[in-house]
């Protein structure tokens, strides 16, 4: 696992960066997106090397984390929406390359294998973009959630809820009370995951990430099992960590032409 202790614009240009060698070399990459605030200066970045210096999403395919069960099709907080919005129609994304759970799906299970299936199908995750929720879940894996779990139905914690009602302009009645989300398992087949988090309300949860026990009460911490992690964060959200000045001393002495 490597942490990066850096600025939000250095964070956001190291993801893209790595997002980029990937998209060059080989222009048909399997990209894992998320939602939330935490990845969105890294699509400002991409877009903005996509308008001035060509970089091109025309042949990739790309799959998001999770999405909401019920929201409709128009709501502008389902997932699918929020990623169109946010990157995909802002690049050169083909139609329909990117896909999400369908949360309106009459068999729910039955999407959530589906969705597994078509991530396998299309050769797995190459780059996959985390953020982390306050209490350590990645996706919406969710305290408690099997470290081996596929796509599945999980039920949103009430501080999920509550740390999300800001998208609902503050109700929280209005953010359902379910989701469909990529399973622990499914992300860690991911070949390279990059988690970004900022602000001191993550620090507990980076912490367990990075030097907790690897338990289902910080779900996140399941990607010390993963062999390419690359954790982006600022400096409150390292507020926590042990290993912080090794983690600063080791990214100053690393050559600036290596990348993530
Ligand atoms: C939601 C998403 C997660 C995301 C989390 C943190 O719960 N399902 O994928 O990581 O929010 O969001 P933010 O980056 O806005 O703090």
């Given at each position: ?11 956001a240009r190291l ?5 980029e060698k990937l ?238």
């Amino acid at each position: 696992m490597e942490v990066i202790i850096a600025t939000l614009d250095e964070l956001a240009r190291l993801a893209a960066g790595a997002i980029e060698k990937l998209v060059r070399s080989r222009p048909d990459a399997v990209l894992g997106l998320a939602t939330g605030c935490s990845p969105l200066p890294i699509y400002d970045e991409l877009v903005r090397r996509h308008v001035e210096e060509g970089l091109s999403f025309a042949q990739a395919t790309a799959f998001t984390l999770d999405e909401y069960v019920g929201l409709p099709a128009e709501h502008p907080e389902r997932y699918l929406n929020v990623i169109e919005h946010e990157i995909a129609e802002r690049v050169d994304f083909a139609p329909g390359a990117v896909h999400g759970p369908d949360g309106l799906a009459v068999d729910l299970e039955a999407a959530c294998a589906a969705y597994d299936e078509a991530i396998s199908a299309a050769g797995g995750i190459d780059l996959q973009i985390l953020g982390i929720g306050t209490d350590g879940h990645v996706g919406f894996n969710e305290p408690g959630s099997s470290l081996a779990s596929r796509t599945r139905i999980k039920t949103l914690t009430e501080q999920t809820r509550a740390d999300n009602a800001r998208f609902f302009a503050g109700d929280l009645d209005a953010v359902p009370q379910h989701c469909l989300t990529q399973g622990l398992g499914t992300i860690m087949q991911a070949r390279h995951i990059v988690l970004i988090a900022t602000g001191r309300a993550k620090a507990d949860a980076i912490h367990q990430l990075v030097e907790g026990p690897v338990s289902a009460m910080w779900p996140a911490a399941i990607l010390q099992h993963h062999p390419h992690v690359t954790v982006l964060i600022d400096n409150a959200a390292a507020s926590r960590l042990q290993l912080a000045d090794y983690f600063r001393s080791t990214y100053a002495a690393k050559p600036a032409w290596q990348g993530v």
